[in-house]
T-cell receptor, first 109, second 112 residues
């Protein structure tokens, strides 16, 4: 079956760096997405990786290794507003998105 | 910019009643999706539409139906609601089946 694994919850300190990991087993691969979801709100797009390597976008970076079925989202200079759930999703060979359950990130002052 | 609008925002429904969740987008996106989100689970696809006039079943389609009469609207109907359909429902759209998804604000449905 298809599966996306990511930690349920992580805690980090304001101003620090945190890495959220995502491993996947899917039938085919057509890209990996990271979304941010604040409590009670809709998910919003953060990043997209389809080739191996690092994509940087301001304080957020996302890395992909297709051979290892692995990605991470790196958040730098953490701010309180970064407290949210981070969702990893993989597009499979049928172009359907398979979603992880999300990682709840708690930022402490 | 409105993006995707869902209605209602929340609803309490008696078991056995029917309900239609509305979704409208103004981005002229071809693809539209309905997901449900439950605590501890990833977003699960209910139904999708790659273009107006076509629909497909997702991972959890039972008890739900959709229609796509035009590009902008993609309503989700529960014919006879059951308590297990208590969830937060998100409508989403993308310019193509390979593009990023844009989500509506969600509809919280409670079936008693």
């Amino acid at each position: 079956g298809q599966n996306i694994d990511q930690p349920t919850e992580m805690t980090a300190t304001e101003g620090a760096i945190v890495q959220i990991n995502c491993t996947y087993q899917t039938s085919g691969f057509n890209g990996l997405f990271w979304y941010q979801q604040h409590a009670g709100e809709a998910p919003t797009f953060l990043s997209y990786n389809v080739l191996d390597g690092l994509e940087e976008k301001g304080r957020f970076s996302s890395f992909l290794s297709r051979s290892k079925g692995y990605s991470y989202l790196l958040l730098k200079e953490l701010q309180m507003k970064d407290s949210a759930s981070y969702l990893c999703a993989v597009r499979d060979s049928n172009y359907q998105l398979i979603w992880g359950a999300g990682t709840k990130l708690i930022i402490k002052p | 910019t409105a993006g995707i609008t869902q209605a209602p925002t929340s609803q309490i429904l008696a078991a056995g009643r029917s309900m239609t969740l509305r979704c409208t987008q103004d981005m002229r996106h071809n693809a539209m999706y309905w997901y449900r989100q439950d605590l501890g689970l990833g977003l699960r696809l209910i139904h999708y539409s790659n273009t107006a006039g076509t629909t497909g079943k997702g991972e959890v389609p039972d008890g739900y139906s959709v229609s796509r009469a035009n590009t902008d609207d993609f309503p989700l109907t529960l014919a006879s609601a059951v308590p297990s359909q208590t969830s937060v429902y998100f409508c989403a759209s993308s310019s193509s089946s390979a593009g990023e998804l844009f989500f509506g604000e969600g509809s919280r449905l409670t079936v008693l």
